[in-house]
């Protein structure tokens, strides 16, 4: 596990070697026990190294035998062993045992198509001397982050953000568009990111740079609901519940025994929810000593969390548990920090208390494994189900639709049943999707916004459509999983583990997305996934085979962080400040009348505004600590950075 960086001029350039040494400390926290770098003419790139295999030989950049192609990579090919013996098997000569080096000589070997034969999470450059040409790639599904600029003097990539900011030439302004995408879905979606100019690459997809410019990008894998489609079409399952359970639980279990390849400590996230639970039991079965487990719960009288349900999960499966609980102060104190790993905003108060797990869990792992993607495979969302009433509800002329939809606004409280409303009064499938689960949906939007942003009024139906004709599945609840996988699920919840775990220089691995294991959940029938109200069936059911009956039975719950509590209690102040009236109408962004109607009404209780007034707090926090500050205050920031991780590597020692 690593960051990388580099940048590739259109010709050689003397100060590519110091801009690079900048970039490689903004990302040290990713990689804080080596570093490694190539300055080869045009292109200066290097790598900052966490190591998990081969932890004597598995230096970058690495080498094919002729010394034509060198390779920067972040993340883990988990089948590197097998990929290892065909390589030797072929003729190659590799002198290591790394994941890294198999790279290099799958591409000497196939070219592009070296991504193809990966299994694994994967940001991937790779510099050929002879043509003087960058291969940059990213894994299918989007596990590991890799942005990208193009500027007037080149090509500029790297494992986060704030690392390609650390170049002179790049420009710190905000992408309007990706701000209102931000409004509407909590996240800015790829390949968009807050910063105009900066891009995320896409998963599944490699681009081609020569002479510092990019001159062929393209998708090279794309999930295909196509073995569903036939299932569905003959109206049932092609096979029974119990053979579909025990494919399964044998995909899980090879999933699961493929990321637990390691050379240092490793543990689990365990919240006590079915995904991480069904992860923990089944490294418990492969494992001959206890699984450490880490989980966070919440400090305060009255506050309900979810440590129970984990605290049983282990108890059952002997596990070596830690807990850690969270205060309104640690929301507080923490904000800053983790929005400065995450680069760009998010509203989501739950990163704090990842960000605090993932503190926890390096005190004693090097490495953990998650439950991330359950829900994005197998509908475990409220609004998979809710989306079958679609149906029904598009028959309902469009004048009672409008009303509909303007009376719920109306009604106090509700949050939920409000936004099930708004959506299911939409009649166009793309819009609809993007208005389950939204921030500011798209009728209130144009209240909110003010100024230059005024003209991007419009929701993100447009966004969902692009990926939506891309989807083979004409069943609803697959094609709202299809895209939930392509956006929410890339550019929120991996985004979110990331770089949050990446902070304290934790590997986290997610076994729920291995690729095999995504398009073996992409060709169940629907009522595998959904059937009735019962949501995630077949993994509920390989569930009932490894886990105590309250943990498959209860309502799910997620990590309800209090911020709705807090912020009309303690956070208060804090809100008040970053949302004040002379703040807001300063920025020019926002209504600041609107802002401070829904702080009235979110304080007073009328309505739970939390999701909305965390996200504008988060984006003000932003401008501040990336927007604002001059070029050399953000590279001082990357040196107190620096300083904080050396002094959290000396706690751990």
């Given amino acids: 596990m690593c960051g990388i960086a580099g940048i590739f001029t259109k010709q050689t350039d003397s100060e590519s070697a110091e801009v ?85 000589h799958l591409f000497e070997e196939y070219g592009f198509a070296c991504v193809d034969h990966l299994r694994g999470m994967f940001g991937i450059a790779i510099w050929d001397r002879q043509q003087q040409e960058l291969f940059i790639a990213r894994d299918r599904i989007g596990i590991k982050p890799l942005y990208y600029s ?301 100024g230059p942003l005024s003209k991007y009024q419009a929701g993100c139906g447009p966004l969902f459509a692009e990926h939506l004709a891309n989807c083979d599945a004409t069943d609803a609840v697959d094609r709202m999983l299809y895209v939930d996988g392509k956006l929410y699920l890339v550019d929120h919840l991996l985004l979110r583990g990331d770089k949050l775990t990446m902070a304290n220089s934790l590997e986290a691995r997610v076994p729920l997305l291995d690729h095999k294991l995504v398009e073996f959940a992409a060709g169940l029938p629907a009522r595998m996934k959904l059937r009735g109200k019962q949501r995630k069936f077949l993994l509920k059911a390989v569930g009932r085979r490894l886990l105590p009956s309250q943990i498959i039975d209860r309502k799910k719950q997620g990590f309800p962080i209090p911020i709705d509590h807090w912020l009309r209690g303690e956070v208060a102040p804090m809100m008040r400040e970053l949302l004040s009236e002379d703040v807001v109408r300063r920025r020019g962004y926002f209504n600041p009348h609107y802002v401070d109607r829904l702080i009235k009404q979110h304080v007073s209780g009328y309505a739970d505004h939390a999701t909305e007034l965390w996200g504008l707090m988060s984006f003000e926090m932003w401008l501040r600590s990336f927007i604002d500050p001059s070029f050399s205050s953000l590279r001082q920031r990357v040196v107190a950075s620096r300083n904080a991780i050396a002094n959290q590597r000396l706690a751990i020692v």
Wanted: a negative charge; charged letters at 25%.
């Fill in 20 to 104: 690079l040494d900048w970039m490689l400390r903004a990302i040290e926290h990713r990689g804080p026990d080596e570093e490694g770098r190539l300055v080869d003419g045009p292109l200066a790139m290097g790598m900052r190294r966490l190591s998990i295999i081969d932890l004597a030989d598995g230096s970058q950049p690495i080498f094919d035998e002729s010394g034509r192609y060198a390779v920067i990579f972040n993340g883990e090919i988990y089948n590197y062993r097998e990929l290892r013996q065909q390589l030797l098997a072929s003729g190659h000569q590799l002198r290591t045992h790394s994941d890294t080096e198999t790279i290099v």
């Fill in 150 to 450: 193009a500027i007037e003097q080149g090509f500029i990539f790297a494992s986060e953000i704030k690392s390609i900011l650390m170049h002179p030439a790049i420009k710190r302004e905000v992408d309007l568009q990706a701000l209102s995408h931000y409004l509407s879905l909590k996240y800015v979606p790829a390949p968009r990111t807050m910063f105009a100019g900066i891009h995320s690459l896409e998963p599944g997809h490699w681009l081609r740079i020569r002479d510092g410019q990019v001159i062929q990008k393209k998708r090279y894998w794309d999930v295909s609901f196509a073995k569903a489609e036939e299932a569905n079409r003959k109206g049932q399952a092609l096979k029974s519940d119990s053979d579909y359970a025990d494919e399964l639980l044998a995909e899980l279990q090879q999933s699961v025994n493929l990321h637990l390849r390691s050379d240092v400590p490793f543990g689990a996230f365990l919240s006590g929810g079915l995904d991480s639970s069904t992860i923990v039991a089944l490294m418990a079965q492969q494992l001959s000593s206890p699984v450490k487990t880490f989980s966070v719960g919440f400090d305060g009288e009255g506050l309900q969390d979810e440590l129970p349900y984990a605290n049983q999960v282990a108890e059952a499966f002997g596990c070596e548990h830690h807990v850690l609980k969270i205060g309104v102060r640690d929301f507080q104190e923490l904000a800053d920090t983790v929005l400065w790993h995450l680069d760009q905003p998010l509203a989501d108060q739950a990163t704090i208390a990842t960000y605090m797990v993932a503190k926890l869990a390096r005190q004693h792992v090097k490495m953990v494994l998650t439950g991330e993607g359950g829900d994005e495979l197998f509908a475990g969302y409220a609004r998979y189900g809710g989306e079958r009433y679609s149906k029904y509800t598009n028959w309902i002329p469009g004048p009672l639709r409008h009303v509909t939809r303007l009376a719920s606004d109306r009604l106090p409280g509700l949050r939920r049943a409000k936004i099930g409303i708004n959506a299911l009064m939409i009649s166009d499938e793309a819009t609809r999707f993007a208005n389950w689960f939204p921030m500011f949906k798209d009728d209130l939007k144009p209240a909110l916004l003010n």
